[in-house]
C-alpha cells in the first residue's frame, strides 16, 4: 500500500493535535504493514475494488465549498457539519443542554484530550478490519460526545458528514467517538451525503459507541452518497451491563460502500436491535458485515436487514453471531431478506452462526427472491398498474423497519425520500406519500 492515501497520511500528520501524535504513528506503522484485500481475502471476495484504484489526497484549503442538492434530515436539537472532512462552522448549530459535550478533536481542552485518548479504539478491532489502522494514520479531526451518568437528551444530535464536488480523488477520515454514562439515554443520527456533481471521493469512516451500565443509545446511521462515492467504514459498540442499543442503517448506492458493523455485549443484561436496509441500482454495490459478539451470559440481540437490488446492482451481506464459551441463556436471531427486481441484479448473503455455549436461543435464516407474482397480479386487477404495484410492493418490503425507527422525525425524512427511490416519478408514489 506505498503509493495508497499517502498525501492525506502526510497532511494529517501535519493538522493532528499533538495529543494526537502516538495514534496517528501507531496507525501508519499497522497502515504500511497491510495490504490491500483481493479476490483471494475471504472477508473481500465478492467486492469489486477497482473504485480504490485513485490516488486520493486530503482536502485543500479554500473557500467553503457549495452544497446545493443536500438534503438533510430536518431535526431539532443540535447539528455539526463536516464537508470534505473540515468542519463547517455555518451550517452548524449546538444547542447541548446539561451534561452534554459536544466536542471536536481539534478543539478538545486537556481534559477531554485525555478522556479522548482513554477511549479512543478501544471498541476498534484492528486486526480484523483492514482498514481501521488508516483511520488512525490519517485522523486530524473528529466528534467526541459525551453524555453524563442519569442525563435523558431528549432532542436527537445529528451530524453531517458531507462531500462537495469540487475536487477529485478526495481522502476524508471520519471518526465519531460516543461515550454514553450510566442510566443516560440520547438519540444520534450521522448522514453521509454528497452532491448531485459529487466526483470521485474516499471516505474512511468509523464511529465508536461505548455504553455504560444501563445506558441507552438510539444509533442512526444514513449512507446517501451516490455517484463514484466509496465509503469503508464500520460501527463499533462496546455494551455494558443492562445496556440497550437500537441502531438502524440505510445505504443507498454508490460505487462501492462496505460498511462493519460490530456489537460486543460486555455486560449482562445488554441488548441490541440492528435493523438495515440497502437499495443499489445501476451498477451499484453495498456490502454490510455484521458481528455480534456475545461474551457474557443473559444477553440478547436481534438483527433484521433488507436489500432491494435492482439493475445490475450488487450486494453482500455476511452476518455472524459468535456466542462465546461464557455466553449461556444467549437468544440471537439473525434476518436477511433480499428482493431482486433484475435478472442482473446479484446478491450474495451468508448468515453464520458460532456457538461454544450449550443454553441458548439463537436463529439466523436469509432469503432471496423476486416480486411475488401474486401479489402483483392482485393489485393489477385492483387497477393499479403495473409500475405502480412494482413500487407499492418495493416500499412495503422494507417500510416494517422504517416504522420500527423511534426517532419520529425521521419517518418524516426517510417515507419520501425512499418513495422517491423506488418510484422515479411523482405520480409513481402518489400511494406512499
Same mark, same amino acid.
Given at each position: 500500500m ?9 497532511? &494529517?500528520a ?7 501524535t ?5 496507525g501508519?506503522?499497522?497502515?504500511s504493514? !497491510? ?6 481475502t ?7 475494488? !477497482? ?14 465549498p457549495?452544497?446545493?442538492?443536500i =438534503?438533510?434530515?430536518q431535526?431539532e436539537?443540535s447539528?455539526?457539519?463536516?464537508t470534505?472532512?473540515v468542519f463547517?462552522?455555518?451550517g ?11 466536542v ?7 481534559d ?21 489502522p488508516?483511520n488512525?494514520a ?11 451518568a442519569?442525563t ?5 444530535i445529528?451530524?453531517a ?10 481522502g476524508?477520515t471520519? !471518526?465519531?467517538?460516543?461515550?454514553m454514562g ?11 451525503a ?6 470521485v ?5 468509523i464511529?465508536?459507541l461505548?455504553?455504560?451500565?444501563g &445506558? ?7 449512507h446517501?452518497?451516490?455517484?463514484? %462515492?466509496?465509503h ?26 462496505r ?6 455485549h460486555?455486560g ?7 435493523n ?5 441500482r445501476?451498477?451499484?454495490?453495498i =456490502?454490510y ?6 461474551a ?16 445490475? %446492482? ?23 431478506k ?12 451468508k ?23 401474486? %401479489? ?8 393499479v398498474s ?11 418490503f422494507v417500510?416494517?423497519?422504517i ?7 425521521l419517518?418524516?425524512?426517510l417515507?419520501?425520500l ?8 411523482p ?7
Amino acid at each position: 500500500m506505498a503509493d495508497f492515501m499517502q498525501q492525506p497520511l502526510t497532511a &494529517a500528520a501535519k493538522t493532528a493535535p499533538a495529543w494526537l501524535t502516538d495514534t496517528l504513528s501507531r496507525g501508519q506503522t499497522a497502515w504500511s504493514e !497491510r495490504r490491500l484485500p483481493t479476490r483471494k481475502t475471504e472477508a473481500w471476495k465478492y467486492n469489486d475494488l !477497482r473504485a480504490l484504484q485513485h490516488s486520493f489526497s486530503a482536502p485543500k484549503a479554500g473557500p467553503p465549498p457549495t452544497l446545493e442538492g443536500i =438534503d438533510l434530515p430536518q431535526l431539532e436539537g443540535s447539528l455539526l457539519v463536516f464537508t470534505d472532512g473540515v468542519f463547517c462552522a455555518e451550517g452548524s448549530l449546538l444547542a447541548l443542554p446539561e451534561g452534554v459535550e459536544l466536542v471536536r478533536f481539534a478543539d478538545a481542552g486537556p481534559d477531554e484530550a485525555k478522556a479522548i485518548v482513554a477511549r479512543l479504539g478501544t471498541a476498534v478491532n484492528h486486526g480484523r478490519h483492514l482498514f481501521a489502522p488508516l483511520n488512525d494514520a490519517t485522523l486530524s479531526d473528529g466528534v467526541f460526545l459525551r453524555v453524563a451518568a442519569d442525563t435523558v437528551v431528549e432532542q436527537p444530535i445529528q451530524i453531517a458528514w458531507l462531500t462537495s464536488g469540487r475536487a477529485d480523488a478526495l481522502g476524508i477520515t471520519q !471518526r465519531l467517538l460516543v461515550d454514553m454514562g450510566a442510566h443516560s439515554q440520547a438519540t444520534v443520527v450521522e448522514t453521509f451525503a454528497n452532491t448531485e456533481t459529487g466526483g470521485v471521493a474516499f471516505t474512511n469512516g468509523i464511529t465508536e459507541l461505548l455504553l455504560a451500565e444501563g &445506558a441507552q443509545l438510539n444509533h442512526n446511521r444514513l449512507h446517501l452518497e451516490h455517484g463514484r %462515492a466509496v465509503h469503508i467504514g464500520g460501527v463499533h459498540a462496546l455494551l455494558g451491563a443492562n445496556t440497550n442499543l437500537n441502531s438502524f442503517h440505510l445505504a443507498l448506492g454508490s460505487d462501492l460502500k462496505r460498511i462493519d458493523i460490530v456489537v460486543q455485549h460486555e455486560g449482562q443484561g445488554a441488548n441490541c436491535d440492528v435493523n438495515g436496509i440497502y437499495l443499489p441500482r445501476g451498477e451499484e454495490q453495498i =456490502d454490510y458485515h455484521t458481528c455480534m459478539e456475545h461474551a457474557v451470559p443473559n444477553c440478547t440481540s436481534s438483527e433484521n436487514f433488507r436489500g432491494i437490488i435492482a439493475d445490475q %446492482a450488487k450486494a453482500i451481506f455476511n452476518g455472524r453471531i459468535h456466542i462465546h464459551p461464557d455466553a449461556q441463556k444467549t437468544r440471537a436471531q439473525l434476518s436477511n431478506k433480499n428482493l431482486l427486481t433484475s435478472n442482473e441484479a446479484e446478491v450474495n448473503t451468508k448468515p453464520e452462526l458460532e456457538i461454544y455455549a450449550d443454553d441458548v436461543q439463537c436463529a439466523h435464516g436469509a432469503t432471496v427472491a423476486q416480486m411475488d407474482a401474486t %401479489a402483483l397480479h392482485y393489485l393489477r386487477t385492483r387497477g393499479v398498474s403495473r409500475a405502480e404495484a412494482q413500487v407499492m410492493l418495493s416500499y412495503g418490503f422494507v417500510n416494517e423497519l422504517i416504522d420500527a425507527i423511534p426517532c419520529a422525525a425521521l419517518h418524516t425524512y426517510l417515507k419520501p425520500l425512499l418513495a422517491k427511490r423506488f418510484a422515479r416519478s411523482p405520480k409513481l408514489a402518489r400511494h406512499l406519500i
